[in-house]
């Protein structure tokens, strides 16, 4: 299985919900990832897990939060959200960080009314 | 900061033709060099990718050379078809430092039927 899933595949919130979005892979990856992309944008990293364990975070705001249960699951928790987070939220793995090869998941396309 | 230029934008071919696409790195570290095709609405897929071992990679239609001396790194695809049409993003990473992904800014392929 070299499939790495998401879920919800859309998500409509209003500024003031919470809302979470679900990242699953199965291929005993031990680094995930969390990417942001706008329209005709690469992909721009939010976080990075590595052995379940929060590595990097790219200074990304508060109303984001990133939640790593197992080393299978990645959740990304959202609240008070802005309108211009509107965007693709991609999830993806690799068997380590740095230098390997990533899989993306079909990204959660997200809109903030 | 770390950088990776690409080149061209946007590129259009007929079909059959070939289509390259370039890139360019800053950090001298950088040893893994992947490329992503992302078709409208869909995740990046991984077609292909290079280590600063090796100076070229064929995959049936698909290629990929690496000039670590200049810092260059470019995709060749030949004998395009209509299904080639996508956004192809290039990459360069580093199993040392921050071990992030950076992303070139994506050239927007058209093959004419």
């Known amino acids: 299985d070299t499939e790495v899933t998401q879920t919800p595949k859309h998500l409509v919130m209003g500024m003031t919900n919470k809302k979470s979005l679900k990242c699953e892979q199965h291929?005993?990856?031990?680094?995930m990832y969390w990417y942001k992309q706008k329209a005709k944008k690469p992909p721009e990293l939010m976080f990075v897990?590595?052995?379940?364990?929060?590595?990097i975070n790219e200074s990304v705001p508060s109303r984001f939060s990133p939640e790593c249960p197992n080393s299978s699951l990645l959740n990304l928790h959202l609240h008070a959200l802005q309108p211009e987070d509107s965007a693709l939220y991609l999830c993806?793995?690799?068997?380590?960080?740095?230098?390997?090869?990533?899989?993306f998941g079909p990204g959660t396309r997200l809109t903030v009314t | 900061g770390e950088n990776v230029e690409q080149h061209p934008s946007t590129l259009s071919v007929q079909e059959g033709d070939s289509a390259v696409i370039k890139c360019t790195y800053s950090d001298s570290a950088s040893n893994y060099f992947p490329w992503y095709k992302q078709e409208l609405g869909k995740r990046p897929q991984l077609i292909i990718d290079i280590r600063s071992n090796v100076g070229e990679k064929k995959d049936q239609r698909i290629a990929v050379t690496l000039n670590k001396t200049a810092k260059h790194f470019s995709l060749h695809i030949t004998e395009t078809q209509p299904e080639d049409s996508a956004v192809y993003f290039c990459?360069?990473?580093?199993?040392?430092?921050?071990?992030?992904?950076?992303f070139g800014t994506g050239t927007r392929l058209k093959v004419l039927a």
């Open positions: 897990y590595s052995y379940e364990k929060l590595s």
């Open positions: 990459a360069a990473s580093a199993t040392s430092g921050t071990y992030k992904y950076i």
């Open positions: 993806a793995s690799s068997s380590f960080r740095g230098a390997y090869e990533q899989y």
């Open positions: 291929m005993g990856h031990r680094a």
